[in-house]
């Protein structure tokens, strides 16, 4: 199957900084990318849909000027948490539709990002 | 609002036993229903996937069993192993929406040897 990367796979932050989360599709190309937060013991929560060369989309209740997502190739999109709080502690995923946006296929997802922000 | 609810939430099975993981839906325009397998600290993993032309589809010891009348679909196990404990996430989307998925809650499997 198809492979999606994420660096770094864990990070520890001081409160106040910014952290960035890079989601790569290693074999195909991916004009949308989408990411999730997953507190423990929960399910995956959508916050925004990152589209090549355009604006992400966010979810309701999901603040654009503290997540900033950056979709700057085919194969490459960044989330990043500015001023990071404790609270913003989560394990957050991407995942990529092999095909594109435009196509039916399955969901690849990557191995996830564990931020602890002190 | 949850767009697809998820039973039960936890699910202990002994090995080799059956394990059925129950999920509901409302919206009719979904046509997408994937169920994933996420080991703790792991991204989720496809399993098994199904569209609403078909009732059921089988890979190995994994089967879905759809019934589109109902809006349900379910996750069933045959032979659980130890090496199956882990959360099961059904989900489902629609092509129209550029397959932005909806998760279920969860399930947390625990097969005891």
């Known amino acids: 199957g198809a492979v999606v990367s994420q660096h770094p796979s864990w990070v520890i932050c001081k409160s106040g900084t910014s952290v960035k989360i890079e989601c790569r599709s290693l074999?195909?190309?991916?004009?949308?990318m989408f990411w999730y937060r997953q507190f423990p013991k929960q399910s995956l929560m959508l916050m925004a849909t990152?589209?090549?060369?355009?604006?992400?989309?966010?979810e309701q209740g999901v603040e654009k000027d503290k997540f900033l997502i950056n979709h700057a190739s085919l194969t490459l999109s960044t989330l990043t948490v500015t001023s990071a709080h404790p609270e913003d502690s989560s394990f957050y995923i991407c995942?990529?539709?092999?095909?594109?946006?435009?196509?039916?296929?399955?969901?690849?997802f990557g191995p996830g990002t564990r931020l602890t922000v002190l | 609002q949850q767009q697809v609810k998820q039973s039960p939430q936890s699910l202990i099975v002994q090995k080799g036993g059956i394990s059925i993981i129950n999920c509901a839906y409302e919206?009719?325009?979904?046509?997408?229903f994937p169920w994933y397998q996420q080991f703790p600290g792991k991204g989720p993993a496809l399993l098994i996937a199904?569209?609403?032309?078909?009732s059921e589809k089988k890979e190995g010891r994994f089967t879905i069993s759809f019934n589109k009348s109902a809006k349900q679909f379910s996750l069933h196990i045959m032979d659980s192993q130890p090496g199956d404990s882990a959360t099961y996430f059904c989900?489902?989307?629609?092509?129209?929406?550029?397959?932005?998925?909806?998760f279920g809650t969860g399930t947390s499997l625990t097969v005891i040897p």
């Open positions: 989900a489902a989307s629609m092509w129209a929406t550029g397959n932005q998925f909806y």
């Open positions: 199904i569209r609403p032309d078909v």
């Open positions: 990152s589209n090549e060369g355009s604006k992400a989309t966010y």
């Open positions: 074999d195909f190309q991916a004009t949308t």
């Open positions: 919206n009719t325009a979904f046509d997408y």
């Open positions: 995942s990529a539709p092999k095909g594109g946006s435009s196509s039916y296929n399955e969901q690849f």
